[in-house]
């Protein structure tokens, strides 16, 4: 089902995580669609290249399928989003970055997505990528039609599973320092923004995002609050820094649609906080 009136704030709202698909396969159209927008999503922020491949089990043996594990976590899916990028610095916040573009594409495609970092056979999926030595495959997505047909039930199941619940914007967002709550009157025209940073997806919905608005009100900066442990479970992959990604893809995305000029920039954000780490700066 296409949606082209939906605002970007609106699209960001409906995403959810969908682990059960329907047998109705993705008509040609809508699979083309997605297919060419990846190379306009896959140019990082940080300047990182990443690379989209769509794999469709339909046409495999039983076996095959099977030995492309997603651990029981993903039911009926035919259809996944690859993305692939090389080791380099903040290569997972590009894959955040450009990965939930392809996400929120294919949301406003109609089609329900999951992002796995973790619950997939990350070697045989990586096989079918045919990665170079120097590639990663971080994350993957499931996409296709849930099985519902509707988003609607699976919203009532994530309410009764918990994974609706986000932070207050208290616990998030910060006037000056990373001890005053920011309030939304002051935050003006970024609360939108703001609101699409903390309904984001992030890794076992840990939120893992910080952000403090500059004493120069166009300034926000954005920071990891790393649970170092769980951030370094998947070997080298980083996930808690795909979910940096992922929020600056929202607060851009939304700042863009409402017109506000500005673009995320590593600054030096002039404090430094314990436990938080500084990833850049939205900075009008
Ligand atoms: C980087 C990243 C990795 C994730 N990995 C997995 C995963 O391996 N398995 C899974 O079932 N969900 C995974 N998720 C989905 C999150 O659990 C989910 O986004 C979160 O609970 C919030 O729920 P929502 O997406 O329905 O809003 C991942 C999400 C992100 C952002």
């Known amino acids: 089902m296409y949606n082209i009136l939906m605002t970007a704030l609106e699209t960001i709202q409906r995403r959810l995580s969908v682990r059960r698909y329907s047998d109705k396969s993705i008509e040609t159209s809508v699979r083309e669609d997605l297919g060419t927008y990846f190379e306009e999503a896959g140019k990082g922020l940080f300047g990182n290249l990443v690379r989209f491949k769509l794999l469709d089990l339909g046409p495999m043996s039983r076996e095959e399928m099977r030995s492309l594990g997603t651990y029981g976590f993903i039911k009926g899916a035919k259809l996944f989003v690859l993305a692939a990028v090389k080791e380099n610095r903040c290569a997972f916040e590009d894959i955040g970055y450009c990965m939930e573009k392809v996400i929120l594409k294919a949301t406003e495609l109609g089609l329900g997505t999951c992002w796995l970092g973790g619950t997939f056979r990350r070697s045989a999926f990586a096989?079918?990528?045919?990665?170079?030595?120097?590639?990663?495959?971080?994350?993957?997505?499931?996409?296709?039609?849930?099985?519902?047909?509707?988003?609607?039930?699976?919203?009532?199941?994530?309410?009764?599973?918990?994974?609706?619940?986000?932070?207050?914007?208290?616990?998030?967002?910060y006037e000056v320092n990373d001890q005053q709550p920011l309030e939304k009157a002051s935050a003006a025209?970024?609360?939108?923004?703001?609101?699409?940073?903390?309904?984001?997806?992030?890794?076992?919905?840990?939120?893992?995002?910080?952000?403090?608005?500059?004493?120069?009100?166009?300034?926000?900066?954005?920071?990891?609050?790393?649970?170092?442990?769980?951030?370094?479970?998947?070997?080298?992959?980083?996930?808690?820094?795909?979910?940096?990604?992922?929020?600056?893809?929202?607060?851009?995305?939304?700042?863009?649609?409402?017109?506000?000029?500005?673009?995320?920039?590593?600054?030096?954000?002039?404090?430094?906080?314990?436990?938080?780490?500084?990833?850049?700066?939205?900075?009008?």
């Open 127 to 173: 096989a079918k990528m045919e990665l170079s030595a120097d590639e990663m495959l971080p994350a993957i997505t499931p996409v296709g039609y849930t099985n519902n047909g509707s988003f609607a039930s699976d919203r009532v199941l994530r309410y009764t599973i918990g994974s609706v619940k986000r932070h207050p914007w208290r616990n998030l967002f």
């Open 189 to 284: 025209d970024f609360v939108d923004a703001l609101e699409a940073v903390r309904i984001a997806p992030s890794a076992s919905n840990k939120q893992p995002w910080r952000i403090v608005k500059g004493e120069n009100s166009h300034q926000y900066h954005l920071y990891l609050k790393e649970n170092k442990l769980y951030n370094r479970l998947l070997g080298k992959i980083r996930i808690q820094h795909i979910d940096m990604g992922i929020a600056m893809c929202h607060f851009e995305m939304v700042a863009r649609e409402q017109g506000l000029s500005g673009g995320w920039e590593v600054a030096n954000p002039g404090s430094k906080y314990d436990g938080l780490q500084y990833i850049a700066t939205w900075v009008s």
